[in-house]
């Protein structure tokens, strides 16, 4: 039996994809665009965690009726869980990877007690799912983190060279990961850290595959585009009065760009704790491009 009879809509698709890759090859603009539009495509489905959990957030604030049964924030735990169920369920994630977001849950949460009780930020609404000042849903922001790094290697293909030996790696993880709760009390050696970083990954690139041709991009500059995009959605995620920081408690204001400094730090632990299960591979001169 023949695949296309055996998998209609697949052979449609691929049908409907030649005549659009012929179509985009006879103009430069328009093959551009077409990757482009791939590029889009492929991060939206590799932070469909984030994606998710943002619009529960945004959507809960706009809508959410004041008599309701249950908080706000106890949905938006029970949401997160449902959303994580999903992923598993239809093997969008493996239970590899889902371990190690289980990481990232827990050294968030540990982090969101420390800070909070320092009062770094707030969660305003009252709820019963939580430890401490922390509800439980929080968590869940820093795994979905964690899920995009894990997918977006996948689904871009993505390879690397000049990347730094792991345990170096694993010790600045650990720095950032402490100077976080230190610098409550020490010297805050956040300065250092970036030279550190800077030092390690300046020299790695990282290879990746949108459409057909494989592109490159450093290290760093991946990185920090990733934190930028995590500030934006910081950005939405306090204006949805998911937490608050101190100057937004009167009213919402733009997270200060100092924050984005910390997401990229965040990303370095990220990018370290899923090369546990994501071993950082090397590129291939030659490698062939792939679809996801």
């Known amino acids: ?18 005549r659009a890759e012929a179509w985009v090859d006879g103009s430069r603009p328009r093959r551009y665009a077409y990757e482009f539009l ?11 965690f984030g994606g998710m959990m943002l619009a529960l ?26 959303i994580q169920a999903g992923m598993l369920a ?10 190690v977001i289980l990481l990232f849950h827990i050294a968030g949460t540990i982090m969101e007690l420390f800070k909070t009780a320092h009062g770094s930020w707030i969660y305003p609404e009252d709820s019963v799912l939580r430890i401490g000042a922390v509800p439980l849903f929080s968590g869940f922001m820093y795994a979905a983190v964690g899920s995009y790094i894990a997918r977006v290697q996948r689904i871009f293909h993505i390879r690397v060279r000049r990347y730094p030996p792991l345990w170096t790696t694993w010790v600045l993880a650990a720095a950032i990961y402490v100077n976080f709760f230190a610098h409550h009390w020490l010297p805050d050696v ?42 934006f959605a910081e950005n939405l995620g306090t204006l949805g009065r998911a937490w608050v920081y101190p100057g937004q408690q009167a009213g919402w204001e733009m997270v200060s760009l100092a924050k984005l400094g910390s997401w990229f730090l965040l990303m370095i632990i990220s990018v370290v704790l899923v090369s546990i299960v994501h071993r950082p591979e090397d590129e291939i001169s030659g490698s062939p491009a792939r679809r996801a």
């Open 1 to 18: 039996m023949s695949r296309s009879h055996t998998l209609p809509l697949e052979a449609w698709g691929r049908r409907l994809m030649t």
């Open 38 to 48: 791939w590029f889009g495509l492929k991060q939206g489905w590799a932070c469909l």
């Open 57 to 82: 957030i945004l959507g809960t604030f706009l809508f959410w009726p004041d008599q309701a049964p249950v908080s706000r924030y106890d949905f938006l735990v029970v949401g997160a869980v449902l």
């Open 90 to 99: 239809f093997r969008l994630e493996s239970w590899e990877e889902a371990r």
């Open 190 to 231: 956040r300065i250092a850290l970036f030279a550190a970083t800077a030092l390690l990954f300046g020299p790695g690139w990282f290879y990746f595959t949108a459409d057909r041709r494989r592109r490159s991009m450093p290290l760093l500059l991946g990185y920090f585009l990733v934190a930028l995009f995590i500030w």
